[in-house]
């Protein structure tokens, strides 16, 4: 059986004042939350409570916030978040969400799930974009490498420990590549026909 608990979690960050915590936990005991957790941290640290909460909330609980900032750091995370709760049927409420409260469970609510997660992927496309760009540009000056092959960065070391009678296991231990990797050198090393090439 669920038990039904409404659950509350309030967040500021570090540089905020303790007084608009108390404000969060005063907002959310008027709402009738029973159990509480509440932290100062800032968004992009460790939020110990939120996932204490999030671990405490079972099937027919509903987990109540004050603001959706004091839950995600952005649009994906706060999705992410809310599919959990989805997934493990616990409703969400915010008690202000541009002004007015809402619920997951209700239309509304379901619509702005849809809304998040068309947001979500419309900041994945612009992310994805800008980093297509930013290396278009980075090649056409010149400054871009790509990323180093780690298997060829390191097949001089592998060759030596080959020389020194070590095994492929042994080698990729070493080297800290796999084992699929130590081969493939060694196969350039000896070419197809199993003859080594000339360096």
């Known amino acids: 059986m669920s038990s039904g608990y409404l659950v509350g979690y309030a967040r500021t960050s570090t540089e905020e004042q303790v007084a608009g915590l108390e404000a969060q936990v005063s907002a959310l005991k008027q709402a009738g939350c029973k159990k509480l957790f509440s932290e100062r941290v800032s968004s992009v640290a460790e939020r110990q409570q939120l996932e204490a909460a999030l671990n ?59 809304m998040f997660s068309a947001v979500a992927e419309f900041e994945r496309c612009l992310m994805l974009e800008r980093q297509r760009h930013g290396i278009a540009r980075a090649k056409a000056e010149g400054k871009y490498k790509g990323r ?12 030596a420990l080959v020389a020194q009678g070590v095994g ?3 080698i990729a231990r070493k080297v800290g590549v796999s084992r699929s990797s130590v081969y493939r050198v060694l196969e350039r090393a000896m070419g197809p026909s199993g003859v080594r090439e000339r360096t």
């Open 168 to 170: 492929p296991s042994e």
């Open 56 to 114: 405490f909330v079972r099937e027919g609980d509903t987990f109540v916030i004050t603001r959706l900032d004091r839950l995600a750091r952005s649009t994906q995370d706060a999705l992410r978040i809310v599919e959990d709760l989805e997934n493990r049927g616990v409703n969400l409420r915010i008690l202000d969400f541009g002004g007015e409260p809402v619920a997951t469970k209700s239309p509304h609510g379901k619509l702005i799930l849809t």
């Open 148 to 159: 180093k092959a780690t298997a060829r960065a390191k097949a001089h070391q592998v060759k």
